[in-house]
């Protein structure tokens, strides 16, 4: 298969954009995920994927929870800023610890989760999480298409068929 033509196919997949949080000894870490997903209701549970070689999965496997901050529209930069290769991602970025896990207040939702299961997925891994908290703010969520940040643009109503 075309690796190229294949990452073209996904630029066209519309996805919520979260920075996915774990604390090492009270050292925050995180990275911008837009491989985010509900998985079911009861119990609540969610799927993330993290890079196999990132530092964050290790934590994660280590203190078997991880937080999810949602991102708002403001948060953008703050998206590009976790997706990259740095050691200082939390500089210049409000966040607090709640429920022992990094969280950023601007974030239009959060979720407390314990790791449940993992499934390996090539260059990533896939972490079943159940959601032991969450919170929502009334901000506008971040997406991400086409290699680019946007928000949801809502229709005209459809008329329903008689």
């Not at 999480?129 to 229709?155: K, M, Q, W």
């Amino acid at each position: 298969m075309d690796t190229h033509q294949f990452k073209e196919a996904m630029a066209r997949v519309t996805g919520p954009v979260a920075i996915v949080t774990a604390n090492d000894h009270g050292v925050p870490h995180g990275t911008t995920v837009s491989s985010l997903a509900s998985l079911s209701l009861a119990p609540a549970m969610i799927t993330i994927a993290l890079d196999n070689a990132s530092v964050l999965l290790g934590v994660v496997r280590r203190t078997g929870s991880f937080g999810v901050n949602v991102l708002s529209a403001e948060q953008h930069e703050t998206a590009t800023r976790f997706a990259g290769r740095r050691d200082d991602r939390f500089a210049d970025t409000a966040w607090e610890f709640a429920d022992g896990l990094p969280y950023l207040p601007a974030s239009c939702a959060w979720l407390h989760c314990q790791v449940a299961a993992e499934v390996p997925g090539g260059d990533h891994t896939l972490i079943l999480g159940e959601v032991r908290d969450c919170t929502t703010s009334e901000n506008t969520p971040l997406i991400y298409s086409h290699r680019a940040f946007g928000i949801r643009a809502a229709l005209s109503p459809v008329a329903k068929a008689s």
